[in-house]
C-alpha cells in the first residue's frame, strides 16, 4: 500500500479528520476527536513505511502471531495497537481489513451523541 492509498483510504470514512498533534512528521486520523490511525511521513520517505493501527487484544496477539509484519504497537498501547509494516508482503485487502477495524474500534467506543452526529 502506497502514502495515497492508506491517506484517502482513511479520508474515505465518515467523520474522519486528519492532524499533527505531536509533530510535523506524525499524520493521526481521527473520528469523533479519537485516534484510529497514525504514521510517520519521514518513514514512508525513507521506504520504511508503517502504520499503527487499534486492535482487538485477542485478534491482535494472532494477527502477531501470523504475520511478520504486524507487532506490537511502536509507542503505543501493547496491548491495544499494532505497528503495522506496509513495506512487506502483506496485501492491500488485509491492510484495509486492519484500518476499518482500528475505525469501528474506535467509532463504537464514541457516544451515542457523537456517533449519531457522525452517521
Known sequence: MNLETFYEYC???KGVSEHFPFDEDTLVFKVGGKMFALSSLS???KNEQSVNLKCDPERAQE????YDEIQPGFH???????TIALNGNLP????KELIDHSY???FKSLTKKIQNEIT
Not at 494477527?63 to 501470523?66: F, S
Not at 503505543?76 to 499494532?82: A, F, G, L, Q, T
Open 63 to 66: 494477527l502477531r502471531a501470523e
Open 43 to 45: 518513514q514512508w520517505e
Open 92 to 95: 492491500d485487502k488485509l491492510v
Open 76 to 82: 503505543m498501547s501493547k496491548v491495544h495497537w499494532n
Open 104 to 106: 469501528e474500534l474506535v
Open 11 to 13: 479520508l474515505s470514512k
